[in-house]
């Protein structure tokens, strides 16, 4: 079975700089990676370029063994994957079901999947009709993610989606990642700065420096995701 | 230049003292919407209004020196008087960028049709002509425009890439982070206004003196917009771009209308639409890149520019320039804030003394970011009192706030894409030091705590770094320094450290707490991390659907039940981070 996302030799960035430099990662079905490392090595960098929404300078992207390197970004949305990425990508304008709606391919089944979202994040059942631009910074993140989790795709990529919300927030949003993937059998690859939470969920965690990966491990048990970050010291 | 106009022929120089002229005006919507994102459709009423002030003059009171002075005193303070009041309409606080290109688009209107309409007086549609001016010859008009060209350029290009210059591309880029630094956009925006008025006026001026005929058209709308063309074409933004541009396209324009004169219409609007798909950064930096490419072929990719900026503490100046300070840094009596029918706030009272970090916790939507809102900007509120250092805010601007000492940093990473690191600083400094209007200094000077910040996230190696290609949490630092840079009071910091590893959160963590201890500042502080509060506030106001539901010392709060029911849930304090 091919990987989920498979990631080699690649390098981007931005005008003349390069952030990443010839990395290479896979990400196998049913897996959740956890990427993680300080600021500015590359991180948001990898997973827009996973998407098309940054060319590549060299390398090759595939996703489900076929290659997207060449693609648009609208092309590679088409597969099987969902992205919510760290700067807000909302339609501050339309509702928030109006939002959640361009999550899904088809919309009959609209009803259906947002029960489970609602039971996660009842505030957003409360606020369907409201404009997606009214909701409070932490709320946006929770639309972000639930469109992402809506669409049931084979592969999600986030980026810091802990970032502003309340820990009881962040509690339940653990579990519910984790549901969708025995359920769904769902690969994550998940970038976070919040090393506990990333932890928590991860089968695998990749250490990320200057836009290579300088270390990798298993997580064992979420007992030792403590242990982990502070070692790592991230 | 000097022998140019003998050895020319009479029609060229002639046409050159136009285009000199018109270029002098392209040069001022270059500033205006290549530099500072005003799309400005009006430069050529400012033109036509200088031109009309020597025709009219000259036409109904007659030719002398003295007159020839007032009817440029007409034409300079007239035009900036105009274009106060332009400003003002489209400028004024709550006016939307597209309201104010709408203005720029009726004043040409406006201004040819009040000219068309004016009878004998302003010569209706054939305009007037046949007045007196200047007994010059064409060489020494040529002589004339083409030093009057070289000066305005030489002038804007001393501004523009002076420090005060980069204020306008800080507004182009984000002008609420500019209300928030303190700095009155639409003042800016008017001043500026008014400047290039004078100097379309002034270029309108010296083509009647020129001419001695002046037609409404010159004052028309069409002719507005084909200055936006010729900026375009040359390169907005570049300065040079739109000069070349101008002196170009209009000298063959006079050329090739007379021989193909519908053809030449069509071609250039082709012409115009090829640049704007082919190359929308316009011929110049096309032209200028393409040079770039061909003289480094083969050469290794160039190095970043060294430092040329020196970082080094500045004198404290707290609570520069307000009167007194309070006992109180902040006050917060009865505040309601409605949005239609949802009530997002509702009666919000707390105070502050300095020396206080006090956190405000809550859930997702609780209201802790419109609270803050409140603070920062009095129009947000919808009833109820706000005192920053015993100054009640009433409706001031952000930018008002900031002199009463408010310093804001917003949830999401709020910076100035295309200015760097060193650049964002500077701009963030310019409430306490006033930047010059033509030279660019070497020396940065900043309040220790900003200075902090930059060395604990390293954004101090990176001063040359255009904000855009920063990390996100790098980004946010940069806001904090930024923020701190004012020297604020009451420091109100929504989730500042989002996007920052564990170790830079301890250490901004330690700075802040440093500020308060050690200066006269209070900090009101947005945040998830439990942790993070836990260690560094003094107290903490729980916030729950609009009310304040606790308000207490940290071990009462962190330990109440009600936090962990509508907070925290299972998850203690220990387990995030």
Partial sequence: MSAALEVSGLTAGYGGAMVLHGLSLSVQPGEIVALLGKNGVGKSTLLKTVMGLLAARDGTVSLFGESVSRLPAYQVARRPLAYAPQEKALFQDLSVEQNLRLGLRDAGSFERRFARIADVFPVLATRLKQRAGTLSGGEQKMLLVSRALLASPKLILVDEISEGLQPSVIGRLATVLREEREQSGTAMLIVEQNVGFALTMADRYLLLKRGEIVGQGKVDSPRSADQLAAQLGV | ?577
């Fill in chain 2, 1 to 577: 230049m000097l022998v140019a106009p003998e050895v020319l022929p009479t029609y060229l120089v002639n046409t050159l003292i136009r285009a000199f002229l018109y270029a002098a005006v392209a040069i001022t919507v270059d500033i205006l919407w290549g530099f500072t994102g005003i799309l400005t459709f009006g430069q050529s009423a400012f033109f036509g209004f200088g031109a009309y002030a020597a025709a009219l003059v000259f036409t109904h009171a007659g030719f002398g020196p003295g007159l020839a002075l007032i009817a440029f005193g007409v034409a300079i303070v007239g035009a900036m008087l105009l274009a106060l009041l332009v400003g003002w309409f489209a400028f004024h606080p709550g006016a939307s960028p597209l309201y104010g290109s709408v203005i720029t688009l009726v004043l040409p209107i406006v201004v040819s049709q009040l000219l068309y309409s004016g009878g004998s007086f302003t010569g209706s549609s054939s305009g007037l002509s046949g007045f007196e001016s200047f007994d010059l010859s064409l060489e020494a008009w040529f002589r004339i425009a083409g030093v009057f060209l070289i000066a305005t350029t030489a002038g804007v290009w001393l501004f523009l890439r002076s420090d005060g210059g980069r204020i306008l591309e800080a507004i182009r880029d984000n002008e609420q982070r500019c209300e928030y630094l303190g700095i009155d956009v639409s003042r800016v925006k008017i001043l500026l206004m008014m400047a290039c008025g004078a100097i379309a006026s002034c270029a309108g001026f010296l083509f009647a003196c020129v001419q001695m005929v002046v037609a409404p058209e010159y004052a028309g709308f069409a002719f507005g917009t084909e200055l936006l063309m010729w900026v375009a074409l040359g390169g907005r933004g570049t300065l040079i771009g739109p000069l070349i541009g101008t002196l170009l396209l209009d000298t063959s324009t006079s050329y090739l209308s007379g021989s193909l004169p519908f053809l030449w219409k069509l071609l250039s609007g082709l012409a115009f639409v090829v640049v704007i798909v082919a190359l929308p950064q316009g011929l110049l930096p096309a032209l200028a890149s393409a040079i770039r490419r061909a003289w480094r072929r083969g050469a290794p990719a160039s190095v970043a520019p060294t430092a040329e900026v020196e970082l080094h503490s500045a004198d404290p100046q707290p609570l520069a320039g307000l009167a007194s300070a309070g006992r109180l840094a902040l006050s917060v009596k009865d505040v309601h804030k409605r949005f239609g029918s949802l009530q997002v706030l509702r009666g919000i009272g707390f105070a502050v003394r300095p020396n206080e970090l006090l956190s405000l916790i809550g859930p997702n939507g609780a209201g802790k970011t419109t609270l803050m809102r409140c603070i920062a900007d009095g129009a947000e509120r919808s009833s109820g009192t706000v005192r920053l250092n015993d100054h009640d805010i009433r409706h001031s601007s952000p930018a008002a706030c900031v002199a009463l000492g408010a310093g804001r940093k917003f949830q999401n990473a709020n910076v100035f894409d295309s200015l760097t690191v060193a650049q964002s600083m500077r701009v963030a400094r310019t409430r306490l030091k006033r930047p010059s209007l033509w030279r660019r200094e070497r020396a940065l000077a900043l309040p220790t705590a900003a200075l902090e910040v930059m060395r604990a996230t390293g954004l101090d190696r990176q001063l040359h770094v255009a904000s855009r290609d920063l990390s996100h949490g790098m980004k946010q630092a940069l806001e904090l320094a930024m923020v701190l840079a004012l020297e604020p009071s009451v420091l109100l910091l929504d989730e500042p450290t989002a996007g920052l590893t564990k170790a830079e959160r301890t250490l901004i963590g330690r700075i802040l707490l440093d500020l308060t201890q050690s200066h006269t500042l209070c900090v009101l502080l947005v945040e998830h991390d439990l942790d993070f509060v836990h260690e560094i506030s003094t107290r903490i106001i729980v916030l729950h659907q609009g009310q304040i539901v606790l308000d207490g010392s940290v071990e009462e709060v962190v330990n109440s039940d009600l936090v962990r029911e509508i907070y925290a849930g299972a998850a203690t304090p220990g387990a995030h981070g």
